[in-house]
């Protein structure tokens, strides 16, 4: 079994900058692929960064040139540095990867129960 936990969201003024982590624990051989997504209010969740094999990264448009995700394969952690913060990037953030728990195992896919941002105007 693998667990995801987010940290780092809060309450931040337009303008400004947070740096989520979302720690991976548990039966982990290797993270193949990780991403972040949020849901706004009333909204339903969607993508915002990916970081793939060889580390190749994807932003959605809303985000790009603002926010970088990231990843520290030593400590099975991945982060999403958000500059210059704006009002509807408020949400919750929720972590995603996919785990491959044994060398000869598959990748599995797990959710982290998401850290909350808020951005004030």
């Known amino acids: 079994q693998v667990h995801l936990v987010e940290s780092g969201g809060g309450l931040v003024q337009a303008g400004g900058s947070l740096r989520l982590s979302c720690a991976a624990s548990?039966?982990?051989?290797?993270?193949?692929?990780a991403g972040w997504h949020r849901q706004a209010p009333g909204k339903q969740r969607e993508f915002v960064a990916h970081i793939g094999s060889g580390d190749t990264t994807d932003y959605a448009d809303s985000v790009k040139g603002r926010f970088t995700i990231s990843r520290d394969n030593a400590k099975n952690t991945v982060y999403l540095q958000m500059n210059s913060l704006k009002p509807e990037d408020t949400g919750v953030f929720y972590c995603?990867?996919?785990?491959?728990?044994?060398?000869?195992?598959?990748?599995?896919?797990?959710w982290g129960q998401g850290t909350q941002v808020t951005v004030s105007s």
């Open positions: 995603n990867a996919g785990v491959q728990s044994t060398h000869w195992g598959g990748v599995n896919s797990y």
């Open positions: 548990g039966s982990i051989f290797s993270i193949n692929y």
